[in-house]
């Protein structure tokens, strides 16, 4: 199987969307409006004696069509408001939110939050951010580009992205769908360290499940396009090929036997490791010490060929934001240097459980990627299964077969037999076995064939060995 993801970026969508600064936004309240609501909260969190607050107000509104089999099935439009409030009573917590805008409903909604803390133990790590962390300077990350479409131009785009699909080929006998989102959302916070911001953001977004064959010898597979502007995304078109040629690679599919060999992730599932790295070095699973990765700060667990980088501040980006949950600054950095883990992924309070410092990523990480020293320009799919030589290509992983606390990992998984360099015949119902501790070790190879899946960049992962159970 060719990897087809360059042409699936290729011809891009007419969209005929407006720009930021022409476009209605599609809201129903202004950030003006948004900053009274708050700070309304805060004022009266503070009236009714609490030690410190913060309030957070949002909005997100969007537009969902599916399509199946040239047909339209489902039309959902969504509007969402929210006020969370959360109070501190010294060191004791209370959260409340409501849906409700109203002068009545926020002081409620305080005062409830203000009754939680007073019957919530104290826990000495509470707390806001210390103040000196917090971010002043809000960069504009452009990341806000809302889609003037509606459900007629949607529909359209879906049943040309499937109608793509099914005439890629005779073999493409069925289709589990298609569909456009279009979703955006605004949203401003400050509490009483002296915090204040927000931004609006928007994520837009084209997909296709097409089946190849017949009876017992059905293949599935699927390809989307996603991006902050709707002018980026692949073309209907482009995306239905490829999704169509990705199940038709897999007709014919077969067991193997079990054995052990070298194994490549196809770069989505890649993301999917650098995932489990992630979770194993943040903050909850560190000190509740449920974590395979304990005590790795300093320490070697990739090759030395290996860096891991984390930037916050790429424009468009879909894991970019100008500071994170709790209003810290964030800052670009090396996670990972030479193989070396360099840092956590914290929020303060899992910086205080472990006497140490925030690292800006209270509610996740930001735009990180993944590199070797060895990869070369030319390092594509095709260089990748050179480098493989004879083993198995991963595209598709099933079940959650992880365990955070061992490191084990066991999925079940299809792909290909891969002999000499070669893409021999598809594979099917066989499971893929190792400790992600050996795994990350056993990289030999990242790919030039970079793709992104939301705050995650990888190319394609070469392992030196897994165990394979086949039949």
């Known amino acids: 199987m060719k990897t087809l993801q360059n042409?699936?970026?290729?011809?891009?969508?007419?969209t005929g969307a407006s720009t930021p600064a022409t476009a209605d936004s599609g809201f129903a309240y202004s950030r003006s409006f948004f900053e009274g609501l708050v700070d309304s909260a805060l004022a009266h969190a503070k009236k009714i004696g609490a030690t410190n607050a913060g309030a957070e107000a949002s909005e997100g509104c969007g537009l969902s069509v599916s399509v199946r089999k040239g047909s339209l099935e489902t039309v959902e439009r969504n509007r969402d408001k929210s006020l969370g409030v959360t109070v501190y009573i010294g060191q004791?917590?209370?959260?409340?939110?409501?849906?409700?805008?109203?002068?009545?409903?926020?002081?409620?909604?305080?005062?409830?939050?203000?009754?939680?803390?007073?019957?919530?133990?104290?826990?000495?790590?509470?707390?806001?951010?210390?103040?000196?962390?917090?971010?002043?300077?809000?960069?504009?990350?452009?990341?806000?580009?809302?889609?003037?479409?509606?459900?007629?131009?949607?529909?359209?785009?879906?049943?040309?992205?499937?109608?793509?699909?099914?005439?890629?080929?005779?073999?493409?006998?069925?289709?589990?769908?298609?569909?456009?989102?279009?979703?955006?959302?605004?949203?401003?916070?400050?509490?009483?360290?002296?915090?204040?911001?927000?931004?609006?953001?928007?994520?837009?977004s084209i997909s296709v499940a097409p089946i190849a064959g017949k009876g017992s010898g059905m293949q599935r597979d699927a390809w989307y396009s996603s991006m902050r502007d709707a002018t980026q995304l692949a073309s209907p078109q482009a995306v239905g090929?490829?999704?169509?040629?990705?199940?038709?690679?897999r007709l014919n599919a077969r067991k193997i036997p079990t054995t052990q060999c070298p194994v490549l992730f196809e770069s989505p599932l890649a993301a999917g490791l650098l995932g489990g790295f992630v979770q194993a070095v943040s903050g909850g699973a560190l000190?509740?010490?449920?974590?395979?990765?304990?005590?790795?700060?300093?320490?070697?667990?990739?090759?030395?060929?290996?860096?891991?980088?984390?930037?916050?501040?790429?424009l468009r980006g879909k894991g970019s934001s100008p500071f994170d949950e709790?209003?810290?600054?964030?800052?670009?950095?090396?996670?990972?240097?030479?193989?070396?883990?360099?840092?956590?992924?914290?929020?303060?309070?899992?910086?205080?459980?472990?006497?140490?410092?925030?690292?800006?990523?209270?509610?996740?990480?930001?735009?990180l990627t993944l590199l070797s020293r060895q990869t070369k320009a030319g390092d594509d799919l095709d260089a990748m299964l050179k480098k493989l030589g004879t083993g198995l290509f991963v595209i598709e992983l099933m079940g959650h077969g992880v365990n955070y606390v061992t490191g084990d990992y066991s999925r079940g998984a299809s792909g290909f037999w891969v002999e000499n360099g070669e893409i021999a015949f598809p594979v099917e119902e066989i499971t893929i076995a190792g400790n992600l501790k050996d795994m990350f070790m056993g990289i030999q190879a990242v790919g030039a064939d970079q793709y992104n899946y939301g705050a995650k960049s990888v190319g394609s992962v070469l392992i030196n060995r897994m165990k394979v159970a086949g039949s």
């Open 92 to 204: 004791r917590r209370g959260n409340a939110s409501t849906s409700d805008f109203s002068a009545a409903a926020i002081e409620q909604t305080v005062q409830a939050a203000y009754d939680i803390a007073r019957f919530t133990a104290e826990d000495p790590i509470a707390g806001l951010p210390d103040a000196d962390l917090i971010s002043h300077e809000h960069r504009d990350l452009d990341l806000f580009f809302p889609w003037a479409i509606d459900s007629e131009g949607a529909t359209r785009l879906a049943l040309e992205c499937e109608a793509a699909a099914l005439g890629t080929s005779k073999r493409i006998t069925n289709s589990e769908g298609a569909g456009v989102s279009a979703q955006q959302s605004h949203f401003f916070s400050a509490h009483t360290h002296g915090f204040r911001g927000g931004y609006a953001s928007s994520r837009h």
């Open 241 to 249: 090929r490829y999704a169509a040629e990705r199940a038709l690679s």
């Open 7 to 14: 042409s699936a970026k290729g011809a891009k969508v007419a």
């Open 287 to 314: 000190y509740r010490k449920s974590s395979f990765l304990l005590d790795s700060l300093g320490k070697q667990v990739f090759p030395k060929h290996i860096d891991l980088l984390e930037d916050p501040f790429v």
């Open 326 to 367: 709790e209003g810290v600054r964030v800052q670009a950095r090396k996670v990972v240097d030479r193989g070396r883990v360099e840092g956590y992924f914290l929020s303060s309070y899992s910086a205080r459980k472990l006497g140490m410092q925030t690292t800006g990523n209270a509610g996740g990480s930001h735009n």
